[in-house]
């Protein structure tokens, strides 16, 4: 019993001395999740500012904190408990899910984190694990906030939560994990440092859901796009199939974990009856169990002269007794053979005229009786019809020149023939309006105007001078060569700010996502391109502009995004924004000599209007 109220019934996990019960309420009758911790333990103040934080979070599918308190040296959570499957035993049990139910399952979650992520408030071990699938086919989240801190895990990680929100659909569709927290299912197969798309686990996954997985998890997506956004593409992909999806988990049963069926102990053999009579006879009154005797003669019937056969139980209500119907003494005699029909000749006479049933039909009007025939039965004699065989009277006449097929053919001759035409017309229209036989002017390409290799805008964009940089490290915490900032906006190519020297590449696997320099232009302008000298390629760059100086990416959009593969690039804006800030934002950096990764601006130049 813990706190005189709930009585502690199955250890689920334990992680370190904090440990996740069921428990029963007694006071409310209730089943309840409880998270405990010792009170000394350095992570109880984290489990007890995680359950608050939870408790402001007001949704459905969240199992809901209802009590925190402390009991003899310990502190314990106590949530809602919910009824169902996790996804990692479902995903055991059953193997990956269909594209339509997994896209579902992970859409319900994304909505979910997208109400806490707008509260700053973060899941922060969001793994199969947590994720309950309940008996009526709702999605539930188990241990929102505090299972994470019953795992010693920082609080507020939002873009991880991110990832492990595109690893639940990679697990969903693959059985596989590829999010950033740990967990016990299986782990993703990657190559160079790259989980492998889902495509290439498992075939037959869409090509949507496919991209979504790979953006996030292998070119930093989780610092790019949020969980709302996934929630919508998920939700587009569904369209009306989001119902029958719903519908589908509603009707799957659910397996009692921990309740196997009972085996029983086998019985020991009857013991053998003693008798003096030797094997293969019965006694007196006893049945008859139709075994031979040791000299191979059959043995005795019983005593009524009947032999041992099977039969049908006969229940007498008057007496309450039971005999039975016995079964048939002589076997039936075998049905008679089926005698054959006798063969009728073709020309049998009627039985009740005496003439022919089937007759020679007469020769058409139209055809002459030795010659004037229909090909290639000219000529064929002194016969009497049109071909070898003799055509009768009561048949209806045949036409051998309709071949199977000719309607269609026909069809498609009268379809070509209206295609010509059309053709034709629209030729003859372009030609007489002064157009080619396209319908372009002369002179002119088939494919329009010729366009321009620069961005649209790109003749009246200006460079935007009085440039002002600092470094930009809202993951890190001691700052990104501060100092050396100012270089990368000097218009001296030979100086630069470069990053530190990385042992991982950026991305959901590594220490980062990225670093990056915030340029300030001294007033709002509508930026159009940035033209970047990079220290080494190739690099992976992100723009975003802002109105106000950023102190992280969340909220912000990403105006621009192209990996240099030379050291001087431009990146276009797909259209121009309107800020006084520019994040130049590194997602991938070259590989340095001696192991390593490391990357840097030695110029960079804002063009605007």
């Not at 019960?21 to 006071?27: E, G, P």
């Not at 990956?96 to 139910?101: E, G, K, R």
């Not at 690099?539 to 990416?553: C, E, H, M």
């Amino acid at each position: 019993m813990l706190a005189d109220r709930y009585r502690l019934t199955d250890l689920l996990t334990e992680s370190g001395g904090g440990r996740f019960w069921r428990a029963f309420d007694t006071v409310l009758h209730r089943d309840v999740a409880v998270h405990i911790i010792a009170c000394a333990d350095d992570r109880a103040p984290g489990l007890r500012a995680a359950a608050r934080t939870s408790a402001t979070v007001l949704d459905r599918r969240m199992l809901r904190v209802l009590d925190i308190d402390e009991a003899a040296e310990r502190c314990f959570v106590v949530n809602e408990w919910g009824s169902g499957t996790s996804l990692d035993l479902m995903l055991a049990d059953a193997g990956p899910l269909s594209p339509t139910v997994a896209a579902w399952i992970v859409s319900e979650v994304a909505d979910t984190l997208a109400l806490a992520h707008e509260a700053q408030v973060a899941h922060g071990r969001l793994v199969p694990e947590n994720v309950l699938i309940a008996n009526d086919g709702s999605v539930r989240l188990i241990g929102f906030a505090v299972d994470a801190a019953l795992h010693g895990l920082p609080a507020g990680r939002v873009s991880t939560d991110v990832a492990d929100l595109a690893g639940l659909l990679y697990a969903a569709l693959t059985g596989r994990w590829a999010g950033v927290t740990a967990s016990s299912v299986p782990r993703a197969p990657s190559s160079h440092g790259h989980v492998l798309r889902p495509r290439q686990v498992r075939a037959g996954i869409p090509r949507t859901l496919d991209a979504l997985c790979d953006h996030v998890l292998n070119h930093g997506g989780d610092t790019e796009v949020s969980a709302a956004v996934l929630a919508d593409e998920l939700r587009i992909f569904l369209g009306p199939s989001a119902t029958a999806a719903e519908l589908w988990l509603a009707r799957i049963e659910h397996p009692a974990r921990g309740e196997g069926p009972v085996v029983l102990p086998p019985l020991p053999d009857p013991p053998a009856r003693e008798s003096a009579e030797p094997p293969g006879t019965a006694g007196p009154g006893e049945p008859h169990l139709g075994v031979d005797d040791p000299a191979g003669s059959p043995a005795d019937p019983p005593a009524d002269g009947l032999a041992t056969q099977a039969g049908l139980p006969i229940f007498h209500e008057d007496t309450d007794e039971v005999s039975w119907l016995p079964h048939h003494a002589e076997k039936p005699p075998p049905p008679p053979d089926f005698e054959p029909q006798p063969e009728r000749p073709l020309f049998a006479p009627d039985p009740e005229d005496g003439q022919p049933v089937r007759r020679p039909r007469a020769a058409p009007a139209t055809q002459v009786a030795g010659g004037g025939g229909f090909w290639p039965w000219e000529g064929a004699g002194t016969t009497t019809g049109s071909g070898l065989l003799p055509a009768y009277a009561d048949e209806e006449p045949e036409d051998d020149r309709a071949r199977p097929g000719t309607s269609m053919l026909r069809l498609a001759g009268i379809i070509a023939a209206c295609v010509l035409v059309l053709v034709a017309v629209v030729v003859a229209f372009n030609l007489g309006r002064g157009k080619t036989p396209l319908g372009t002017t002369p002179g002119q390409s088939s494919e329009g105007p010729a366009r321009s290799r620069a961005p649209s805008g790109s003749a009246s964009a200006t460079p935007v001078t009085g440039l002002t940089a600092s470094d930009f490290d809202p993951q890190g915490s001691g700052g990104e060569n501060a100092a050396e900032a100012p270089s990368a906006v000097d218009g001296r190519p030979g100086t630069a700010w470069t990053t530190l020297r990385y042992d991982q590449q950026f991305g959901p696997q590594g220490l980062k996502t990225g670093v990056g320099l915030v340029l300030d232009l001294g007033a709002s302008h509508d930026v159009t391109e940035v033209d970047l000298t990079t220290v080494g390629a190739p690099t992976g760059i992100s723009i975003y502009v802002s109105p106000d100086r950023p102190t992280d990416l969340v909220g912000l959009q990403v105006a621009g995004r192209a990996t240099l593969t030379s050291v001087r690039g431009r990146i276009t804006l797909a259209h121009p924004t309107t800020g006084r800030y520019v994040v130049v934002w590194l997602t991938r950096l070259p590989k340095v000599a001696g192991g390593g990764f490391r990357g840097g601006v030695a110029e960079a130049v804002v063009k605007g209007d």
